[in-house]
């Protein structure tokens, strides 16, 4: 089978299905490769590279399969034979107009942004990839400009301080914004409904801030959910509050399917600093932002940037294309199981399913759900007998222990030469001592005792290699033992110190 690349009809779109890195790997799945002539120009792919893989330059609209990066216009939807599949960005949620005008025609069409969210479809995500160069950008677009550091500098001239970001909505997009915000310096606080994502945040060293609310829990789906007005207002509140202090914000609220949700409201871009900057990420689908201007950049009476373009992943064409087409490539991996060049779509495969549009003139939007759960439901656990309750040592007992210790100490002290009866006392008095202190410390204090151990091991070690060297074999051997014992208990307890101490320490 044939696959074609379109160039794409979009006005300003940079990016191409497929690269001559991609090109190679299809060829070696069995298919052949056929480039419209100066389809990715724009993204630095010459015709001559393509040729140099492997591909022809043609008319991708005869070929079997047709690989596009926007929906194609209507004129090359006219163009496409009958019974060819088209795989491209179709957002069949927000464009039924598209979805019906698909149905009417004698094709398969598969919508790569309705990929489900699931791990083994990871390698296909084409939102996250395409999320994740366009979270990077908007970091860019905004150093631009805002015009200052990032990062906090003390030089003879006097001191900067760190710019202040804050990203609304930890996605994918969220994250690689933190990271790149992060990474230059600047102080990051971000925002989000799942308080899963804090760590996540953390990791990349910003700061979470959450939302005090009774309907914060973690998604079922992977992806924000619609928040009630009662969340809403306290978000309000937050984003309130921060607005006069941040110098950059990052908005990236999306659900799939539905308008953007508004975060930042007029009255918040009006409190913020003259100079400061807001990227809407979500621009193209109303905005999160009051005041955005889809697909353009403008300044506020109060001097504040908003930016809402729509194409940052096609800002930086080159990789945004060799992710997508790399996104391709698994997507075929996955619907040619022999290897041949012969692409077979399997309804039982939840992902073929989500992302079929249209099968063969049949509409087959919107797709059976796939619940997808972010923490999935525990076991439940058996249920656990409590240990039976241990009995109390009864008063005659622990009385004739006690007389029965005394007895072996007196008959010691009775045998045994003048000089070592104040060393016996010594050892009991320090044994009954010892008991009282350390058994009465709580278990969790119990490591930081083995460093003061290690001082009384230490001299057990000096006393044993005193008295190893006395022509005695009882005495040698139990010095050796003792010297023996006490080096473990010194080592031991230097290991068990240090790990200690490790988990005070930040890396």
Sequence with gaps: MVIGVLQEAEPGETRVAATPATVQQLLK????????AGAGDASSFSDAAYVEAGATIGAPLSADIVFGVNAPAKAQLDGLKQ?????????????PAMVEDLAKRPITAMSMDAVPRISRAQSLDVLSSMANIAGYRAVVEAAHAYGRFFTGQVTAAGKVNPAKVLVAGVGVAGLAAIGAAGSLGAIVYATDPRPEVA????????????????????????YAKEMSDDYNTRAAALYAELAPDVDIIITTALIPG???????????????????????????????????????????????????YTDLAGRLPAQASQLYGTNLVNLMKLMTPEKDGVLVLDFDDVVQRGITVVRDGELTWPPPEVQVSAAPAAAPKAPVEPPAPKEPMSDQTRLGIVLTAAAIFFG????SPATLVPHLTVFALAIVIGYYVIGHVHHALHTPLMSVTNAISGIIVVGGLLQ????????????????????????????????????FSRS
């Design 29 to 36: 799945l069995g298919y052949e490769v056929v480039v419209e």
């Design 83 to 95: 019974g060819a599949t088209l795989v491209s960005l179709l957002s069949p949620r927000l464009d």
């Design 199 to 222: 760590d996540q945040v953390k990791s990349l060293g910003g700061e979470y801030l959450s939302v005090e609310s009774a309907e914060v829990e973690v998604s079922a789906t992977g």
């Design 258 to 308: 539905r308008p953007a949700p508004t975060l930042i409201t007029a009255d918040m871009v009006a409190s913020m600093k003259r100079g400061s900057v807001i990227v809407d990420m979500a621009a193209a689908n109303g905005g999160n932002v009051e005041g955005t201007v889809k697909g353009e950049a403008v300044v506020t009476e109060n001097g504040v940037t908003i930016i809402g």
């Design 412 to 415: 010691l002290v009775a045998i």
């Design 468 to 503: 190893i060297g006395r022509h005695d074999d009882t005495i040698t051997a139990v010095s050796t033992v003792a010297i023996l014992l006490a080096s473990i208990n010194v080592f031991g307890g230097f290991a068990v110190t240090r790990r200690m101490l490790a988990m």
